[in-house]
């Protein structure tokens, strides 16, 4: 199920489904290691005799961001049982706690007794494999720990622990876990379990009629029992409503750094916009790493996720943090690529946020060919990247140091990597990791990559290797536009597909491809005014468009990855729609023509989800998140649109943003 919230602090990520549970725990890094993966930490209400699991389709949910924050509002109505649930959930943001708050509400003009239950279903280091789970009478708490990884789990009720507990097992032999012994209202109390174990707390609430009483939960995350304990302790004396309370206070700090003004955009784009920051921190490790996607429904399509550094999509999402004043974060995640990097300059597949090489299906030999696994896009947008980043902030030391760690033997490796024939790049991987050859977007990042290098090696005195950079650009620029223009169809094609059949033999791909006119424009390969972009622009919106009630853009021609209508050219995606946009805001040149873009803006705030997260791809008959939600490349990329529509504003003299 698509996550609906995701918390954390860059050392914890936590995400939350439709039914506010807990479905993904990654700690010590955000994306590494995930302790829940998947599994469901069930939350349900004994009332009256009666027992009813919020994902039971009874009640009416409600779901909402606290502005400006990464704290949640979920509420639950169930109509039959009279009783209402508000929760507040956070991941702190200093310490490495989830914190909840739950107001139990009766809504009968009645005295009753409920207990609330809370059911902790973890997979400690992504296996059910050793964990041990117990109660502790000292501390009134959950231990669940294997190895280095300690859980703690407690509460209080109006100032009271948690009086109902089991230990148990779960997902063997037919026991499905502890859960299902809350649902008469009590439980085992078994002390402690091992193996593959789950447990459930539960807090008794005397509710006068029409009362409430709140209800504090919280999980503590260390590596020593010690950690956890002192986690514990600290909630304790702080109390749970005020550590919320300043993690509230200390996201709207954050996210307002640099106070925008939204001019005519609305409030709800401008909402977006914030959300959209603040999921891309959420999913951002404290050490650099910047995750794809958090999302482990992924699991179930090939045991894998996206919960791995991707250098293309960190570099694009670094370009927002970037935007908004964030340039700290940026500068860790520079430095993670740096230090990632092959010593021949280039960047694998992707990485773990531990800095080791993640899961890849990229071959190292095709058709008896030795080949270099690679996206070379990845590398190329790493060096334009850091040069707009030095453009924006000019801090020369930072610079420097990446000029001489990794910008200088990237772009070494960029003008080796090229055909001696064409000129053109070497085949790798396009950027959707399908399809071996040589891309037209590829080239235009390389193209602009060896710009960027240029420049930074001019600023720092490298006067030849500066002219170099520049001459392999240029080189590469004339070889893109002799050999993937197509004057037969006076448009670019996607690029020269490697035949395998034929021996490794290039041949033309003309797949329409939104990657083909982004590159062209956004890397400036071409100029705007081009006929032949204009004419590859055409062509791509002419063929991708979606024709459903949904509209939107998909990415290429024939998109099989998650298709639901085989007659159809593929799903909506938001980035490929985004890059429309931003086409439609680098040629315009008054109010009138940045109206389409406008339009696209309202179109990805219709199809977020009600908490404002964005997915991957859409249902084009429904609008429905398709694949993981959400994906951190979405977000990034209505927060570059949106500020580039606003400084389109300023240049015109239309608005002040700042």
Known sequence: MTRFFVLGNGNILVGLDGFNRIRDFYYPYVGQENH???????????????????????WRLKRAYKKDTLVSEFRATHKHLQVELRMSDAVHHKKNLFLREVI?????????????????????????????VYFSPQLNAIINYKGKRYFLISGLCEGKGFSEYACGVADFAGLEGTYVDAEDGKLSKNPI??????????????????????????????????????LHEFVMENGLTNLIKETEVHWRKWV??????????????????KRSVLIVRAHTDNRGAIIAASDSDMLYFKKDSYAYMWPRDGALVARSLDRV????????????????????????????????????????????KPILPIQEDETALLLDAIWKHYSRYKD???????????????????????????????????????????HTFTCATVYAGLQAASKLAKEFGKASASARYKKVAEEVRRATIKHLYSPEDKVFVKGLVCNLSEGMKLKLDKTTDASTFYGLFEYKLLPLSDARLTRTIELAKHKLHCHSAVGGLSRYENDAYYRKRSDSVGNPWFISSLWLAEYYIAKANS????????????????????????????????????????????????????????????????????
């Not at 230090?339 to 071959?363: Q, T």
């Open 36 to 58: 829940v993966n998947g599994n469901k930490h069930k939350i349900g209400i004994w009332i009256d005799g009666k027992f009813s699991w919020l994902d039971s389709g009874e």
């Open 396 to 438: 020369k030391e930072f610079a420097r140091e990446m000029y001489e760690s990794f910008v200088k033997k990237a772009a070494d490796f960029m003008c080796k990597f090229r055909e001696k024939k064409t000129g053109l790049p070497k085949p790798t991987y396009d950027l959707w990791e399908e399809k071996l050859g040589v």
């Open 591 to 658: 109010a009138e023509e940045l109206k389409p873009a406008e339009q696209i803006f309202e179109w990805v705030a219709r199809y977020a989800l009600e908490t404002g997260v964005l997915s991957e791809q859409i249902d084009p008959d429904t609008g429905e998140p398709l694949s993981v939600a959400p994906l951190t490349w979405s977000h990034a990329g209505f927060v570059i649109a949106v500020v580039k529509y606003l400084e389109k504003l300023e240049s015109l003299g239309m608005c002040k943003i700042k």
């Open 104 to 132: 139990v509400r009766n809504l009968s003009n009645e005295k009753r007794t409920a207990r609330i239950f809370f059911n902790q279903h973890f997979h400690i280091s992504e296996a059910n494999i050793g964990d041990t």
């Open 256 to 273: 307002n750094k640099e106070r925008l003004f939204f001019c005519n955009l609305g409030k709800q784009i401008a909402e977006l916009f």
């Open 325 to 368: 004043g964030h340039h700290t974060m940026t500068r860790r995640f520079f430095e993670f690529c740096a230090r990632v990097a092959s010593e021949d300059g280039y960047l694998l597949h992707k990485y773990r946020p531990d800095c080791s090489f993640g899961s890849s299906w990229h071959p190292w030999i095709v058709g008896n």
């Open 193 to 230: 379990e091992h193996g593959t174990v789950d447990s459930t707390i539960g807090f008794e609430c005397e509710l006068e009629p029409r009362g409430a009483q709140r209800v504090e939960y919280w999980i503590a995350v260390g590596q020593k029992f010690r950690e956890v304990k002192e």
